[in-house]
């Protein structure tokens, strides 16, 4: 099993950033790809950026390409989501996946999945 725990959320201002971390164990997630995740309020989970297992192919969503920077540090067992020029529909909570195998882009269909952290974008 890989636990994963996110970190960093917070309530930040529009236009402020937040850097997530998500750090894993139970094993070591250098051979997998990761994902992070969000879901709002009364809105299903939607894909925001992934990261293969070398940082060699990353994917971000549409909403959040530009804005949002994954990436990950494989001897910390940490991957991360820096998140600028944050806007109140980045609100949510944000979760973490690891998948053993590579998913398609911006597919849920992950393997082990973090508690959350909450992110609330308001002035």
């Known amino acids: 099993q890989v636990q994963l725990v996110e970190s960093g959320g917070g309530l930040v201002q529009p236009g402020g950033s937040l850097r997530l971390s998500c750090a894993a164990s139970?094993?070591?997630?250098?051979?997998?790809?990761m994902g992070w995740f969000r879901q709002a309020p009364g809105k299903e989970r939607e894909f925001v950026a992934e990261?293969?297992?070398?940082?060699?192919?990353?994917y971000y969503a549409d909403s959040v390409k530009g804005r949002f920077t994954i990436s990950r540090t494989n001897a910390k067992n940490t991957v991360y989501l820096q998140m600028n020029s944050l806007k109140s529909e980045d609100t949510a909570v944000y979760y973490c996946?690891?998948?053993?195998?590579?998913?398609?882009?911006?597919?849920?269909?992950?393997?082990?999945w973090g508690q959350g952290t909450q992110v609330i974008v308001s002035s």
């Open positions: 996946a690891a998948a053993k195998v590579r998913v398609r882009a911006g597919s849920q269909e992950y393997n082990y």
């Open positions: 139970g094993r070591s997630i250098s051979t997998y790809s």
């Open positions: 990261i293969s297992w070398d940082g060699g192919w990353i």
